[in-house]
C-alpha cells in the first residue's frame, strides 16, 4: 500500500467536511558531509578544501566600460591585491554588454600573476546576469579566481550560482573552481547570514554593503557607508539644567553590529569578511577610520573605489610593526603555543599566541609583496 503525504488539511465542521489547503513551512535541507565537497557537474574542478592563501587587503573596483581607466590596470596589477572588474551598480543600464565585454578585454590583455581577478557581476534577478556569467567563464574563466555576487538574501542563491558554475566549468574545461564572494546588503541576507557564509565550498567571503543594507533597512542616511554625525551618545549633562551648557556628543558606527555578526559568521565557516565601499573621496581620516573599526573587528581587507583610498587600505590592514615585533616575541617565548610567558611586563599564554601567529602571519603575505614592509618587519 503506497502513503502519499497529506497536501490538504481536513477539516470538518457542522457544514460537513471540506479540504483548506495550507501553505506549508519551508523545509531546510542540507547536503551529506560527504557530498558537500563533490563537484557538481561531471568535468568541474573539485570544490577546493581550504581557501588559498593570499594578501587581499584592498578589492580594487575598476569601471571596465570606460576605456581610460581599463588601460591602467597593468599598472593596479603592480599596486593591489584584487583587481575587480564592476558590472553591476554604477554601471548604466545602456553599457553593461560594454563593460562586461571590457572586463573580459581586460583580463585577456594582463597577467595577474599573485593578484586577484574578481568580477562583480549583476543581482540574479537582473536581465544582465545570465549572459555575465556564461560569457565571463567561456572567455577567461581560468584567469578568473572570484565571482562577486551582489544582493545575496539567503543560501539559496549561492546554491544556484555554486551549480551554474560547476555546469561551466566543466563545459569550457576550467581547471580550478572559481569562487564566490557574497555582499550583504539586504536585511534579509544579514538575517541569513551565518547559512550564507556555510552554503557551499565555493564561498570565498562575504562583503558588507552598506549604502543598499541602509536602503533594505530603512535607514535614514544617504552616505555610502561611515559613520552619521546624528547617530551619538551625549556626554553626562554638567549640571541639572541640561540646556545650560552644550554637552559633548560622540559620534557612534551605525554598522557595528552588522559587521560583528558577518565576521562571526564567516570566522566560523572559514571564510573571509571584508568591509565594503566608503563613498567620500575627500574625507580620507574618515575613511580610515572606519577601515581600522572594520580591521580590529576582524575584517581582512575593503573595497578601494578611488585610487586615493588604496594607500590607505594598505596601511590599515597591514599589521603595524611595533606589534608585529611583539608577535614575534611571543612566538619565539612559546614556539609551540603552549603554557606562559612574562614579556615586557605582560603575561602571555596560548590564547595570546594564537593572536600573535594571526598577525604574523598577516605580516608574512606582506612582506612577500612589498619589500619595504618585509624591512619595517625584519622579515
Not at 544579514?190 to 547559512?195: G, L, M, Q, R, T
Not at 559568521?265 to 572594520?294: L, S
Request: charged share 20%; glycine share 6%.
Amino acid at each position: 500500500m503506497e502513503i502519499k503525504p497529506a497536501l490538504d488539511i481536513i477539516v470538518i465542521s457542522l457544514s460537513g467536511v471540506a479540504p483548506r489547503s495550507r501553505r506549508r513551512a519551508p523545509v531546510r535541507r542540507m547536503k551529506l558531509p560527504r557530498n558537500f565537497s563533490r563537484p557538481l557537474a561531471i568535468g568541474a574542478p573539485p570544490p577546493l578544501r581550504e581557501l588559498p592563501v593570499r594578501l587581499e587587503r584592498m578589492i580594487h573596483f575598476v569601471p571596465p566600460h570606460v576605456e581610460k581607466l581599463r588601460s591602467r590596470v597593468a599598472e593596479l596589477i603592480r599596486d593591489v591585491d584584487v583587481v575587480l572588474g564592476n558590472l553591476e551598480d554604477a554601471v548604466p543600464a545602456d553599457a553593461k554588454e560594454a563593460a562586461r565585454a571590457g572586463f573580459i578585454a581586460m583580463a585577456q590583455a594582463n597577467e595577474f600573476g599573485g593578484t586577484g581577478l574578481w568580477t562583480r557581476i549583476n543581482a540574479l534577478a537582473s536581465p544582465w546576469m545570465l549572459d555575465d556569467i556564461c560569457q565571463i567563464v567561456a572567455a577567461v574563466g581560468q584567469k578568473l579566481d572570484v565571482v562577486m555576487l551582489p544582493k545575496v538574501e539567503g543560501f539559496w542563491d549561492i546554491h544556484y550560482l555554486d551549480q551554474l558554475l560547476a555546469q561551466l566549468e566543466a563545459k569550457h574545461a576550467v581547471k580550478k573552481p572559481i569562487l564566490i564572494h557574497a555582499i550583504l546588503e539586504t536585511a534579509q541576507g544579514v538575517n541569513n547570514v551565518e547559512a550564507i557564509a556555510a552554503a557551499s565550498p565555493r564561498m570565498h567571503g562575504i562583503s558588507l554593503g552598506p549604502a543598499d543594507l541602509a536602503a533594505s533597512r530603512g535607514m535614514k542616511t544617504t552616505r555610502v557607508g561611515g559613520g552619521h554625525p546624528d547617530y551619538k551618545v551625549l556626554a553626562d549633562a554638567a549640571s541639572a539644567d541640561a540646556a545650560a551648557a552644550p554637552r559633548a556628543g560622540f559620534q557612534q558606527d551605525p554598522w557595528h553590529y552588522t559587521i560583528a555578526k558577518m565576521v562571526d559568521a564567516c570566522a566560523a565557516a572559514g571564510i573571509k569578511p571584508f568591509y565594503g565601499p566608503f563613498g567620500d573621496f575627500a574625507d580620507p581620516a574618515a575613511c580610515e577610520a572606519q577601515f581600522r573599526n572594520a580591521f580590529l573587528m576582524g575584517c581582512v581587507g575593503a573595497w578601494t573605489l578611488h585610487p586615493s583610498q588604496v594607500p590607505i587600505a594598505k596601511r590599515v590592514f597591514s599589521p603595524d610593526p611595533a606589534e608585529v615585533a611583539f608577535a614575534k616575541k611571543i612566538i619565539a617565548a612559546m614556539p609551540d603555543g603552549s603554557g606562559a610567558a612574562m614579556i615586557d611586563g605582560k603575561m602571555q599564554d596560548d590564547a595570546t599566541w594564537k593572536q600573535a601567529k594571526v598577525l604574523l602571519d598577516l605580516a608574512r603575505l606582506v612582506a612577500a609583496k612589498d619589500p619595504a614592509m618585509a624591512a619595517r618587519y625584519g622579515l
